[in-house]
Each structure stands twice: as C-alpha cells, then as structure tokens.
T-cell receptor, first 115, second 113 residues
Framework: EAGVAQSPRYKIIEKRQSVAFWCNPISGHATLYWYQQILGQGPKLLIQFQNNGVVDDSQLPKDRFSAERLKGVDSTLKIQPAKLEDSAVYLC?????????????FGPGTRLTVL | GNSVTQMEGPVTLSEEAFLTINCTYTATGYPSLFWYVQYPGEGLQLLLKATKADDKGSNKGFEATYRKETTSFHLEKGSVQVSDSAVYFCALTRNQAGTALIFGKGTTLSVSS
C-alpha cells in the first residue's frame, strides 16, 4: 500500500512570496489533515477535510493560508504572502473512517524556509 | 482545552539502559492516547496507542499505560538500542472518531553504544 505522498520535499522562498504544497493521501482515506511543525515543537493542526468538505480550520491563518481538496482526494495548501514565521515543516496525514480513525498516516513533509 | 505535556529533552542514554519519557494530558471526556516516533530523516509514524483507561499499548519493546487517575501515558522501554534514537511525540485525540491529533513538544532520545 502506497503511503501519503507530498511534494515538494523542500522549498526556500523570500518573504511576501507565494508557495503551494501538494498532498496525495492513502487511497480510500476520506479524512485528510494538514499540520504545521515549527522547529522544536509538536505538529499543530491547520485544517482537516472529510472528503472535500472542511471539518476544522479554526487554527488556519485565513488571511494568508488557504487549502482545498476539490475532488476529495489530493489536496493543496497555499501560503500567500509568506512571512518569516511560516518557516516550518508542513505535514499531511490521512485516516480512514472504516478503520475507526485509530491511526493517522503521515507523509514525509515539506520543509519550508522563508528568508 | 485539550493539551499534552511531555518531559523536556534531550534524553541521552547508553545502550541497554531503561527508558522512561513522561507524558501527561489535559482533556475533557475520554481521549485516545498515542505515541508517535520520528526517526532521523523519516516521517512521523505511530509507535503505540491506547483508547481507554487502563489499556496498555505496546510495540517494538516499548510500552505505555493509559492512566486516567493520573492523566498520564508514560513511555517505557526496558533496554534501549542505538536504533531507538529518534524524537518521540505524545499525542491525544478527543473521543470523537476522526478528530485531529494534539501533540506534545516532543522528546529527543539519543542512545550511544
């Protein structure tokens, strides 16, 4: 079974530029999560999708961050414009309702550096 | 609100030493508890879990018991190996299925031979 795929793995941009990350969850997993992991901290939820609907985006900085999951499979997370404090690893995870959501499977992450 | 507190690292041990990483939580209701591990250069992966009080999760020689009376889920291993060097995260989800994980800050373990 293929795992959660993310790209790119690394991205370096200057502040005020835009950036987008892509995630492909495990096949059949209806629930998809984006987490932000700042160096030295645990991951923090940005947004959660159930199929193509948003379940929780309460911690997403909506003035600069946006995310979509148009067909209920792949997802993109965008930052526009980026700030220095957005430097972090962005993790995508997925889980299955059929498996009771007892485990979230994580992708390798995208490491973003904002200069 | 819901939160997880785990012991500060780094933890440095010699091979075959006993490991304990403390984790306590604050949550309403009956959360599920998890330990995730992140090996160098790899993604987060589930190490073990417990979904109700007094459950013991175990995997790869690691164990943790869900203690509701002390709101704790401490990670233990009787004899660590160099290959156990990694960052360990304690986490919880609320008792509703399909809710996001709330993580502690992580504890770095370094094991030397």
């Amino acid at each position: 079974e293929a795992g959660v795929a993310q790209s790119p793995r690394y991205k370096i941009i200057e502040k005020r530029q835009s950036v987008a990350f892509w995630c492909n969850p495990i096949s059949g997993h209806a629930t998809l999560y984006w987490y932000q992991q700042i160096l030295g901290q645990g991951p923090k939820l940005l947004i959660q999708f159930q199929n193509n609907g948003v379940v929780d985006d309460s911690q997403l900085p909506k003035d600069r961050f946006s995310a979509e999951r148009l067909k209920g499979v792949d997802s993109t997370l965008k930052i526009q414009p980026a700030k220095l404090e957005d430097s972090a690893v962005y993790l995508c995870a997925s889980s299955s309702r059929l498996a009771g959501h007892n485990e979230q499977f994580f992708g390798p992450g995208t490491r973003l550096t904002v200069l | 609100g819901n939160s997880v507190t785990q012991m500060e690292g780094p933890v440095t041990l010699s091979e075959e030493a006993f490991l304990t990483i403390n984790c306590t939580y604050t949550a309403t209701g009956y959360p599920s508890l998890f330990w995730y591990v992140q090996y160098p250069g790899e993604g987060l992966q589930l190490l073990l879990k417990a979904t109700k009080a007094d459950d013991k999760g175990s995997n790869k020689g690691f164990e943790a018991t869900y203690r509701k009376e002390t709101t704790s889920f401490h990670l233990e291993k009787g004899s660590v190996q160099v290959s156990d060097s990694a960052v360990y995260f304690c986490a919880l989800t609320r008792n509703q299925a399909g809710t996001a994980l709330i993580f502690g800050k992580g504890t770095t373990l370094s094991v030397s031979s």
